[in-house]
């Protein structure tokens, strides 16, 4: 079992920066694929950014080269570092994790945090 706990989001202008922390319990988080996921009003919820346990990285079109995704895992903590935000990025943020392996699928992540709200104003 893994719990998850989001952190770091709030009201920034566009163009600004925000970064976002996801805690994770647990003494196996080096096992696991971590995601990000976000979903705006009215919208599905869709994938932003992963990183598998080795560490590779991988992004949505929509935030490649403005959001980096990292992890520590020596702290159980999965970061998201976004610039350059746009309003239409405004939305909740949804960390995830699954065991071994995981792409860009909701279905692939077991565990998620509560999500935290991110808002850009133009």
């Known amino acids: 079992q893994v719990q998850l706990v989001e952190s770091g989001g709030g009201l920034v202008q566009a163009g600004g920066s925000l970064r976002l922390s996801c805690a994770a319990s647990?003494?196996?988080?080096?096992?696991?694929?971590m995601g990000w996921f976000r979903q705006a009003p009215g919208k599905e919820r869709e994938f932003v950014a992963g990183i598998s346990w080795s560490g590779n990285t991988y992004y949505a079109d929509s935030v490649k080269g403005r959001f980096t995704i990292s992890r520590d895992n020596a702290k159980n903590t999965v970061y998201l570092q976004m610039n350059s935000l746009k309003p239409e990025d405004s939305a909740v943020y949804y960390c995830a994790a699954a065991f071994g392996v995981a792409g860009i699928h909701q279905h692939e992540y077991k565990y998620w945090g509560q999500g935290t709200q991110v808002t850009v104003s133009s």
């Open positions: 647990g003494r196996t988080f080096g096992h696991y694929a």
